[in-house]
Structures are given as C-alpha cells and as structure tokens.
C-alpha cells in the first residue's frame, strides 16, 4: 500500500475492539492512522461499547473505553487516504453518519481505488452508497471452538 493515510470513521458508541485494535495494530506497523467523527473534532471523545456473550440468547452492552479522536471529520480529505475501515458497534446505526458528508467521502475514496475494511455490522452505510467492493466479515459466533480472525481488507 502507498504511504497515503488510513482513515477511521467513528461515532459515539462503536464497538471498543473494532476502532481500539485497528487503530493501534495499523500504528503500530508503521501507517498514519486517523479517526474521526462527525460533529466532532480532533482531541475530543467518542465512547465505545462492548458486546459480550454472557449465556444470554443474545450478547448484552456495556460501556467501554472513551477514545480520542486525532482528526477533525470535517477537515478530511478522501485523496490523501489510501483506506477505509469503518468499525461496527451503534456508530453505523447512528444518525450522524447519514446527516454527515461520510457518504460523499465513502463514494470518494471508492473512486480513488482506496480499500475498505469493513467489520460486522458497519457495512450498510457502504452498500447504501453504492460502493460494490465491501463484503462484510460476519461476527465471531459465541458457540465458536476457536477464535477466528474477523477484520479484513480488500478491494
């Protein structure tokens, strides 16, 4: 990958592992990383939640980390970036991802060939906008033997 940024589109209550992991692992080998929100700028807070399977017939919430944000979402610019993730959790379920310009940035970096990672639920604001390259990666199971590797990215 060229040594464009990668950009991370958050919103308040998006799933810890998804935004906390990403960010830090695609740091720590060497790219420029940089989330944002809508409505938000760069040093503010967004709050992450956590989904566990606790023997329920469903997974239950609970609060997690605040995580700061080191971009401002209304400064971005889709050529200066050579990837998308968009983290799963209530973030893409949120109102502020449509009422934001995200869509014309999703459309944007689809027409520069940048690539998409997508995780769990967070691929319907994608699709929505006509980007036909995500596919997205179905959330670990709870009955699963053995953990599985749930982040990807692809063209």
């Known amino acids: 990958m060229s040594k464009k940024s990668i950009l991370i589109i958050i919103g308040d209550y998006v799933e810890d592992y998804e ?13 420029t990383v940089h989330a944002v929100c809508p409505g938000k700028k760069s040093g503010e807070l967004v709050r992450t939640a956590i989904h566990d ?11 997690g980390h605040n995580f700061a944000l080191n971009a401002t979402f209304d400064q971005v610019k889709p050529e200066d970036y050579g ?21 014309a940035i999703f459309q944007r970096l689809a027409n520069l060939s940048a690539r998409s990672a997508t995780l769990r639920k ?27 590797a749930r982040t990807s990215i692809w063209q």
Not at 122 to 138: F, G, K, N, Q
Request: proline letters at 15%.
């Open 19 to 31: 935004v906390m992991v990403p960010f830090q692992a695609l740091s720590m080998v060497g790219h």
């Open 53 to 63: 399977f606790e023997g329920d017939q469903t997974y239950s919430e609970k609060r």
């Open 83 to 103: 990837a998308l993730v968009l983290p799963g959790g209530r973030a893409p379920e949120s109102s502020s991802l449509a009422s934001s310009n995200s869509y």
């Open 122 to 148: 967070s691929w319907p604001p994608l699709a929505s906008c006509r980007v036909r390259s995500v596919a997205p990666i179905p959330p670990l199971a709870p009955t699963s033997p053995r953990p599985v």
